[in-house]
């Protein structure tokens, strides 16, 4: 099976500016989480998708958001770009409901100037 | 809320030495724990798992992890690291309490081995 994959690969926005990632999981997953991460705050949970359902969401502002699709893919989306939103934006699909193995794509490179 | 320490930041080892990587947790329910790698330039990867039976569990290169429940820890060993072992290692926590698939993670522990 192909692995998780994330589209792009890399970006690079300044300020204000507003960005869309791609993920999609691995065939026949539908649980799909997205993550930060950052020198300074290490990894940390944005958000997780099930069905097209957000059913967790992390201590982030409502810049940041998502959505998931029918056939399981999911958009995460960041509005008004600040500084300190530069990291690698990790997405991962799990196929259980529940506090399943999660498996991660390569992440997108986000730099923001 | 529940979180996951590392103690060990960063690591240095010469080739052959022995390793154990500390993970605590704080959550005092049911928790599934993982050990994640991410060797430089490369995606986070599964290491190994555990959900329930055996505490020792054993999973790739030569990787193992003891669950002690006792002590809230899940430390990573292996008997003798290789120079490809220079990575970051990361330790993983879902509760079992609460719908989803949120993990939560340590800070992580930069291992470098000396060739």
């Known amino acids: 099976k192909a692995g998780v994959t994330q589209t792009p690969r890399y970006l690079i926005k300044t300020r204000g500016q507003q960005v869309t990632l791609s993920c999609s999981p691995i065939?026949?997953?539908?649980?799909v989480s997205w993550y930060q991460q950052t020198p300074g705050q290490g990894l940390q949970f944005l958000f997780e998708?099930?069905?097209?359902?957000?059913?967790n969401k992390g201590n982030f502002p409502g810049r940041f958001s998502g959505r998931q699709f029918s056939n399981s893919r999911s958009e995460m989306n960041v509005s008004t770009l600040e500084l300190g939103d530069s990291a690698l934006y990790l997405c991962?699909?799990?196929?259980?409901?529940?506090?399943?193995?999660?498996?991660f794509g390569p992440g997108t490179r986000l730099t923001v100037l | 809320a529940q979180s996951v320490s590392q103690h060990n930041h960063h690591v240095i080892l010469s080739e052959a030495a022995s390793l154990e990587l500390g993970c605590n947790y704080s959550?005092?329910?049911?928790?599934?724990l993982f050990w994640y790698v991410q060797y430089p330039g490369q995606h986070l990867q599964l290491l190994l798992k555990?959900?329930?039976?055996?505490?020792l569990v054993k999973g790739i290169k030569g990787f193992e992890a003891e669950f002690i429940k006792s002590k809230f820890s899940f430390n990573l060993r292996k008997p003798s690291v290789q120079w490809s072992d220079t990575a970051e290692y990361f330790c993983?926590?879902?509760?079992?309490?609460?719908?989803?698939?949120?993990?939560?993670f340590g800070g992580g522990t930069r291992l470098m081995v000396k060739p």
């Open positions: 991962a699909s799990s196929s259980q409901v529940n506090t399943d193995t999660q498996y």
């Open positions: 065939s026949g997953h539908r649980s």
């Open positions: 998708y099930f069905s097209e359902t957000q059913r």
């Open positions: 959550y005092g329910g049911t928790v599934n």
């Open positions: 555990y959900f329930s039976g055996d505490p």
């Open positions: 993983a926590v879902i509760s079992r309490n609460n719908a989803g698939n949120m993990l939560t």
